[in-house]
């Protein structure tokens, strides 16, 4: 279960104070309701389960069309969020040190009877804000402790028009913002759009990208039209957005919290929006069909209220190196964790098994041998898998509770692939899996996108929780940082990784954007000849991405590597851990190379992978503890092969202490990795030197 913590609270508790022309009634009940501690009730999530803190309704207005602005400033001072009311329209800007990340633009939302609101006729009801400093301990994570340290502010407004009360809440971290909107009146909503806008300044690039294609920089209104006949169309990009402001800025647009309503995307818009910035604008897009696949089209998405939309969320740097650093923004936005017990839930390190029983009893002693956490049965372990909605009966090639007997005797425990056709009665089928001794079950084909999806998605989480699995969901799935909520669901696919087997140039830019969302299956391939990148590259993967699931030598075999003196990558994939108590970058330039270092106890991993021109970067150590040497075991890439698989990986080991900067060379497509332990506790984990991996 998630442990919490509070430190110095600041106006922990709201503050209510009354806008102009608000009655001194309407300012008391809302303070009362406010004092009472009251929960607005979402079904799955409340209010205050989601945002931490209670939040207020209350039923007398203002008749102003235009107020002074509220302003949500993080504790540093770095990040301001500002909600106006202009002409009674609400529009939201955002800086960062005094520099504009979003011009004024325009938010709501679009209700099935033609309602608009926050686009005219906006009334305040009452203003609240506060402080909140606390921490609390992730199942798993990029760090052991995680601080929830920002101010929200909350406009609680109504709709002239149509009497529909509702509130908009913005919260400023140091590490970024976020803005949702909650409809407060008890009953049933149908919402048909989201008004959300986001108008970026001049000469901005994004990197526009969708279901698993590469990233391409463009501007915002020049998203390509995609889409097929039976997918939503038009000039869009999927969330995680990366963004890179002329005035040097870095930023990610994400959600958090996304629970019975459809998965966001941005589309492109011409001639639109608040303010200034024409050409600059993005709309937020609320899918109406499953990516990917054909399934039920929902235009429109009803819920029972009070009820709040996703989090729309900047996570923000001055380097493009904060965006990894600062990723949990996304999770602090999310609701905490739902579990009473979460022992069960272990992160680890996962080998793909070939589909017979040799092959799964091989693949438990390769684990063994690696130090490797679990086995997997991909697609076919129980038949074809677009036509066969059976998953309970292996096919005749697998004696699955022998292997899974021979696993579990070993320590190592066993994941089963399961098209989303064979999963139409999770409950049954886990609790099968769960008496089998099975330790975590892969999802495949979950394209979600509609509001039925997402549900589907969380419901197949709390299903696979009740009976003590892990779940990997693949394909074109993207996160909304509910792997907080429910720990078990502890990676998902949504990337462009090593099944299309791309280049070193979109293997860098994935931490800046895609990862910023959540944790991601890449599949990572040492070994591969179909790799466009050196193996060392492949070996950065480990620490630059954040993979508490992590699927190792994919497309391999235990006997490629039967021969360990010639993989010296082997030692490193070994020692290397999947979750983190301290995380950082060390450097990194957008679309260039990337260099993050982990740590799990004294311990720490370094990873760095380059784009496709060959560079040397300086790397300073100064993240290490003080006053204490450390022995480097170095992987480095040799001598630039033919092709970058071709090019060998070379291990070195010296002493290093956190005033050492070391020049870090990588081929073209190349990496380099260190593990840096204390001399006093230093093991050998050099390996031999290797030639190319043939």
């Known amino acids: 279960?998630?442990?919490?913590?509070?430190?110095?609270?600041?106006?922990?508790?709201?503050?209510?104070?009354?806008?102009?022309?608000?009655?001194?009634?309407?300012?008391?009940?809302a303070a009362a309701v406010t004092a009472g501690g009251a929960v607005l009730d979402f079904g799955d999530v409340s209010v205050a389960e989601a945002a931490n803190t209670p939040m207020t309704s209350t039923t007398s207005t203002t008749s102003a069309t235009s107020m002074t602005p509220i302003t949500a400033t993080s504790p540093d001072g770095t990040n301001r969020i500002?909600?106006?009311?202009?002409?009674?329209?609400?529009?939201?800007?955002?800086?960062?040190?005094?520099?504009?990340?979003?011009?004024?633009?325009?938010?709501?939302?679009?209700?099935?009877?033609?309602?608009?609101?926050?686009?005219?006729?906006v009334s305040v009801t009452s203003y609240q804000h506060w402080t909140n400093d606390s921490t609390w301990t992730p199942v798993f994570g990029r760090n052991a402790m995680i601080r929830d340290h920002h101010q929200e502010m909350r406009w609680n407004l109504r709709d002239g028009t149509s009497g529909v009360n509702f509130s908009v809440q913005l919260r400023a971290y140091d590490t970024g913002v976020a803005l949702r909107c909650v409809l407060l009146d008890?009953?049933?909503?149908?919402?048909?759009?989201?008004?959300?806008?986001?108008?970026?300044?001049?000469?901005?690039?994004?990197?526009?990208?969708?279901d698993e294609d590469a990233?391409?920089?463009?501007a915002p209104d020049a998203i390509p039209y995609t889409g097929t006949s039976s997918t939503d169309n038009g000039n869009l990009s999927d969330l995680p957005l990366l963004v890179t402001l002329d005035s040097g800025l870095f930023a990610t647009v994400c959600e958090s919290s996304r629970v019975n309503y459809p998965r966001s995307m941005v589309s492109s818009v011409t001639g639109a929006g608040a303010g200034s910035g024409v050409g600059n604008t993005l709309k937020t897009y609320l899918m109406k069909k499953s990516a990917r696949s054909s399934g039920t089209t929902q235009n429109t998405t009803t819920v029972t209220t009070p009820f709040a939309t996703p989090w729309r969320v900047l996570v923000l740097g001055d380097e493009a190196g904060?965006?990894?650093?600062?990723?949990?923004?996304?999770?602090?936005?999310?609701?905490?964790?739902?579990?009473?017990?979460?022992?069960?839930?272990?992160?680890?390190?996962?080998?793909?098994?070939?589909?017979?029983?040799?092959?799964?009893?091989?693949?438990v002693d390769f684990a063994v041998a690696r130090n490797l956490d679990y086995i997997e049965y991909d697609a076919g372990w129980y038949g074809p898998e677009f036509t066969t909605t059976d998953a309970t009966t292996p096919i005749s090639a697998i004696d699955l509770p022998a292997v899974i007997n021979y696993a579990t005797s070993h320590g190592i425990g066993v994941f089963l692939y399961v098209n989303r056709i064979a999963a139409?009665?999770?409950?049954?089928l886990f609790a099968l899996y769960k008496s089998w001794g099975v330790a975590g079950i892969k999802l495949g084909f979950i394209n979600d996108g509609t509001q039925a999806?997402?549900?589907?998605?969380?419901?197949?989480?709390?299903?696979?929780?009740?009976?003590?699995?892990?779940?990997?969901?693949?394909?074109?799935?993207?996160?909304?940082?509910?792997?907080?909520?429910?720990?078990?669901?502890?990676?998902?696919?949504?990337?462009?990784?090593?099944?299309?087997?791309?280049?070193?140039?979109?293997?860098?830019?994935?931490?800046?954007?895609?990862?910023?969302?959540?944790?991601?299956?890449?599949?990572?391939?040492?070994?591969?000849?179909?790799d466009r990148t050196t193996n060392t590259h492949q070996m950065a993967m480990a620490a630059v991405y954040y993979q508490p699931l992590n699927f190792l030598y994919w497309y391999s075999k235990p006997s490629a590597y039967a021969n360990a003196a010639n993989w010296p990558g082997l030692a490193w994939f070994d020692a290397i851990p999947t979750t983190w108590d301290e995380s950082t970058t060390v450097a990194a330039s957008l679309g260039e190379y990337v260099a993050v270092a982990r740590r799990t106890g004294r311990t720490w991993f370094l990873g760095a992978m380059n784009n496709e021109n060959a560079r040397t970067i300086p790397l300073p150590l100064d993240f290490l503890d003080s006053n204490t040497s450390y022995t480097a075991t170095i992987y480095a890439d040799g001598t630039a092969g033919t092709t970058p698989y071709a090019t060998p990986t070379v291990v070195s080991t010296r002493t290093v202490t956190s005033a050492t900067t070391l020049d870090v060379t990588m081929t073209s497509a190349g990496g380099q990795t260190m593990i840096l332990t204390p001399v006093s506790t230093a093991t050998d984990h050099s390996g031999q030197q290797q030639g190319p991996g043939l």
């Not at 939201?92 to 990340?101: H, Q, Y």
């Not at 990233?215 to 463009?218: I, K, L």
């Not at 964790?337 to 029983?357: H, N, Q, Y």
């Not at 990337?495 to 991601?520: C, D, S, W, Y």
């Open 1 to 29: 279960m998630e442990a919490s913590a509070s430190g110095n609270l600041s106006g922990r508790r709201p503050t209510t104070e009354r806008p102009q022309g608000l009655s001194r009634r309407g300012l008391l009940m």
């Open 82 to 121: 500002t909600l106006s009311l202009v002409g009674g329209a609400l529009q939201w800007s955002v800086k960062r040190g005094g520099r504009t990340v979003l011009n004024p633009s325009a938010l709501g939302l679009v209700l099935s009877d033609g309602t608009e609101l926050g686009t005219r006729d």
């Open 186 to 210: 008890r009953g049933s909503t149908t919402i048909s759009d989201e008004l959300t806008t986001w108008v970026f300044p001049d000469n901005t690039t994004i990197y526009s990208a969708r």
């Open 215 to 218: 990233y391409s920089p463009v």
């Open 322 to 363: 904060d965006l990894i650093d600062n990723a949990e923004l996304v999770l602090n936005l999310a609701p905490a964790c739902a579990l009473p017990d979460t022992s069960w839930i272990k992160p680890g390190k996962v080998f793909r098994c070939e589909l017979s029983t040799a092959a799964g009893t091989q693949g």
């Open 424 to 428: 139409t009665d999770p409950d049954t």
């Open 453 to 530: 999806m997402t549900n589907q998605i969380i419901a197949w989480a709390k299903t696979a929780a009740k009976h003590e699995l892990l779940i990997d969901m693949h394909d074109d799935v993207r996160s909304w940082g509910y792997e907080r909520t429910y720990p078990n669901w502890i990676s998902l696919e949504g990337v462009r990784g090593n099944e299309q087997f791309p280049t070193a140039a979109n293997n860098v830019l994935l931490p800046f954007a895609r990862n910023v969302g959540g944790p991601m299956d890449y599949t990572i391939c040492y070994g591969q000849s179909r």
